[in-house]
């Protein structure tokens, strides 16, 4: 089971903290001892595109860890102030300085044992061109035959991109997937 970050001083005064279920509540929350605020630690949203041109889909390798110099979907943390759409089309300019006309969401996917939630909106590249940002080393398109499967870096890439390439085979559209990643 995962196990959330444990706050030892409240960020809102500075006083220490403790877990207990606060009241009209159903499990710990870490409750600052001085002031009584409550804070709550909930899943982060990982947000990103599954970008298409043509028969090609676009990876980018990784400059940072985790996973340095692994392949992966444009991808990242979403940040406070935008919807989920407008956080992966950050996200896939930051990472491959890609233009993309955003399609339907396409995979959800949990990842309890560190607290994120993973979401991969489908995407049409606007153009081959691109220009990776400081956390990729490379952007590049690949078919299918090309992709290499064994420098994938995260599992909800994989499986990713293994229903998308099953769903165009299928030719019977794109439905969401969700799918709960061990």
């Not at 009241?23 to 804070?39: L, M, P, S, Y």
């Not at 996973?67 to 896939?92: H, Q, S």
């Not at 398109?141 to 998308?164: C, G, K, Q, S």
Request: proline share 7%.
């Amino acid at each position: 089971m995962f196990q959330a970050r444990r706050y030892q001083y409240c960020p809102t005064c500075g006083g220490p903290t403790e877990y207990r279920v606060p009241a009209d509540d159903n499990r710990e929350r870490a409750t600052c001892t001085v002031c009584g605020a409550i804070h709550y630690e909930n899943p982060l949203n990982v947000v990103g595109t599954l970008p298409v041109y043509g028969e090609q889909v676009l990876l980018c390798k990784r400059a940072i860890e985790p996973r340095l110099g692994k392949w992966t979907l444009p991808a990242g943390f979403m940040e406070l102030g935008e919807t989920l759409a407008e956080g992966a089309a950050r996200e896939t300019q930051e990472e491959a300085g890609a233009e993309i006309e955003l399609q339907n969401l396409y995979c959800v996917m949990n990842v309890v044992r560190v607290g994120q939630v993973h979401l991969f909106y489908r995407a049409r590249l606007l153009s081959p061109r691109f220009d990776p940002g400081p956390e990729t080393l490379e952007a590049r398109l690949f078919h299918e035959h090309e992709i290499p499967w064994d420098e994938i870096a995260f599992h909800t890439v994989r499986d990713t991109l293994l229903r998308f390439f099953e769903d165009r085979r299928r030719g019977e559209g794109y439905p969401l997937h969700t799918a709960d990643i061990g």
